[in-house]
């Protein structure tokens, strides 16, 4: 079993920046692929980005790459994702997610394990 908890979301002004984090505890954090998911209301649950196991391979969305960064820390058990140049269309709750498997996958479907969510909310 694993339980995720973030931190760090909050507001700011389009085109700043935020750093929001996922805790992992309750199992082998090294052995799993993470991933950071949004929802904005009425809209579906999309991926965001995504890194292996390993943390040597990352994945983002056309619509955050080159904004966004994912990062992991095993040695902390967390997974952080770095977020620059914000729009207002980034606002969302944003979700954690841990894979039992070691490659970034794109659907929520395949990951086992979820966060509560950190709202990010961005003004313009």
């Known amino acids: 079993q694993v339980h995720l908890v973030e931190s760090g979301g909050g507001l700011v002004q389009a085109g700043g920046s935020l750093r929001i984090s996922c805790l992992a505890t309750g199992h082998t954090f090294s052995a799993y692929a993470m991933g950071w998911f949004r929802q904005a209301p009425g809209k579906d649950r999309e991926f965001v980005a995504g890194i292996t196991s390993s943390g040597r391979t990352t994945d983002y969305a056309d619509s955050v790459n080159g904004r966004f960064i994912i990062s992991k820390k095993g040695i902390e058990n967390s997974v952080f994702l770095q977020m620059n140049s914000l729009k207002p269309e980034d606002t969302a709750v944003y979700y954690c997610?841990?894979?039992?498997?070691?490659?970034?996958?794109?659907?929520?479907?395949?990951?086992?394990?979820w966060g509560q969510g950190t709202q990010v909310t961005v003004s313009s």
């Open positions: 997610a841990a894979d039992r498997e070691p490659f970034i996958k794109r659907s929520d479907d395949d990951y086992a394990y």
